[in-house]
T-cell receptor, first 114, second 116 residues
Framework: GNSVTQMEGPVTLSEEAFLTINCTYT??????LFWYVQYPGEGLQLLLK?????DKGSNKGFEATYRKETTSFHLEKGSVQVSDSAVYFC?????????????FGRGTSLIVHP | DAGVIQSPRHEVTEMGQEVTLRCKPI?????LFWYRQTMMRGLELLIY????????DSGMPEDRFSAKMPNASFSTLKIQPSEPRDSAVYFC??????????????FGPGTRLTVL
């Protein structure tokens, strides 16, 4: 079946530090990959996505590259801000199993200190 | 559009009581999802609907849980009777007709349920 594995949090950084949150996946087919972000007290919202190998999704300074050879979709940001403190979810959608319903990872909490 | 609307935002109840959570999806969306989020289990898909019809309820934990979607603009998730282990944040999400795997979900703000 499909699965998503994320690094456990919390990840604690100082403002302007470099961020990497690791995500690897297992899929039977050729999935689309997503990062969602959940700010405190809110629902999840799409941050970025990529639909094929070597695609790079980007938004709000965050980037992630679809690496088929390593089945990974790591999230990066060059300089984090306090306002980036949130929980980040990696997800995939793989229609080969007959459903487009996404599979979510456990989420990684990011805490950014001033 | 106002986005996915959920009510109430917070619910505190006593064990054994009935709890009803409500959701209004984004107008025009064909799919509606109910999720539960806890520290122990993360984000779990409970059930989803397509055009108001339940498609997969395999994530519903027990018969105490039930969900309905009487029309395209309203859905409920009911827990009867509630138990302390049901305490969690419940999210509703909606999406357009999923014709390819790039479609995304739009989440509501969630209902934080506490069962004493």
């Amino acid at each position: 079946g499909n699965s998503v594995t994320q690094m456990e949090g919390p990840v604690t950084l100082s403002e302007e530090a470099f961020l990497t949150i690791n995500c690897t996946y297992t899929a039977t087919g050729y999935p689309s990959l997503f990062w969602y972000v959940q700010y405190p007290g809110e629902g999840l919202q799409l941050l970025l996505k990529a639909t094929k190998a070597d695609d790079k999704g980007s938004n709000k300074g965050f980037e992630a590259t679809y690496r088929k050879e390593t089945t990974s979709f790591h999230l990066e940001k060059g300089s984090v801000q306090v306002s980036d403190s949130a929980v980040y979810f990696c997800a995939l959608s793989d229609p080969s199993g007959g459903s487009y319903i996404p599979t979510f990872g456990r989420g990684t909490s990011l805490i950014v200190h001033p | 559009d106002a986005g996915v609307i959920q009510s109430p935002r917070h619910e505190v109840t006593e064990m054994g009581q009935e709890v009803t959570l409500r959701c209004k999806p984004i107008s025009g969306h064909d799919y509606l999802f109910w999720y539960r989020q806890t520290m122990m289990r993360g984000l779990e898909l409970l059930i989803y609907f397509n055009n108001n019809v339940p498609i997969d309820d395999s994530g519903m934990p027990e018969d105490r849980f039930s969900a309905k979607m009487p029309n395209a603009s309203f859905s409920t998730l009911k827990i009867q009777p509630s138990e302390p282990r049901d305490s969690a944040v419940y999210f509703c999400a909606s999406s357009f007709l999923i014709i390819d795997s790039t479609d995304t979900q739009y989440f509501g703000p969630g209902t934080r349920l506490t069962v004493l």
